[in-house]
């Protein structure tokens, strides 16, 4: 399947309940060449009305932090979620959502076959990472699975949140540059 085809399918999608709740599906956003993937949790409810990732306020931090270490989602990026429709009032995707969400990211990985995985947030780290991966402890720390560099960083809905750690997680996306110089081959020409 290519990207095309499976961004189709995706879109009509009735694997969980989600389906009847949604307004979109939320593929995902950026380049289907991207070397860095970002993984976030679900849509928001501006998510779920655009059919886009992060477009709320804690996409307009993303995207800051993003264009502070040269990237962008129209340019060298993906952004998805763990979950591709919103969950009512936001609650956390049950396992069962995840479970029958989670093929759709992983034929995104196969085909996109990132270098880098920026997960962001408890929820995207602990898929992907480690079920007990800790952000507060292992933020900006990178696991290699497989030959792909995994990381996990503070979710910008925590950092709006808490604005007290937006120096650190800073310094994970300054980490994250220096990673992508030394291991990707076309993100930052
Ligand atoms: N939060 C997420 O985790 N994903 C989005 O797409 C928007 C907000």
């Known amino acids: 399947m290519n990207w095309e085809?499976?961004?189709?399918?995706?879109?009509?999608?009735?694997?969980?309940?989600?389906?009847?709740?949604?307004?979109?599906v939320v593929f995902g956003d950026g380049v289907s060449d991207?070397?860095?993937?970002?993984?976030?949790?679900?849509?928001?409810?501006?998510?779920?009305?655009?059919?886009?990732?992060?477009?709320?306020?804690?996409?307009?931090?993303?995207?800051n932090y993003l264009h502070a270490i040269d990237l962008d989602r129209r340019e060298n990026v993906f952004i998805a979620n763990i979950v591709k429709c919103r969950p009512p009032k936001n609650r956390d995707p049950l396992p069962e959502e995840r479970a029958a969400c989670l093929p759709w990211l992983r034929e995104q990985f196969r085909l996109l076959r990132p270098k880098i995985v920026v997960c962001l947030g408890r929820i995207a780290a602990q898929q992907m990472i480690r079920p007990d991966f800790s952000v507060t402890r292992e933020h900006g720390q990178f696991f290699d699975k497989d030959g792909v560099l995994f990381m996990g960083t503070f979710h910008p809905a925590a950092l709006l949140r808490n604005p007290n750690n937006k120096p650190v997680a800073f310094e994970d996306f300054a980490a994250l540059r220096d990673k992508i110089h030394e291991i990707c081959d076309h993100t930052y020409q």
């Open 34 to 63: 991207a070397e860095v993937l970002f993984v976030g949790e679900g849509p928001g409810q501006h998510e779920d009305e655009q059919g886009l990732p992060f477009v709320g306020r804690s996409g307009a931090l993303l995207d």
């Open 5 to 24: 085809e499976l961004k189709k399918q995706c879109l009509v999608c009735d694997r969980c309940g989600l389906c009847e709740t949604r307004t979109n």
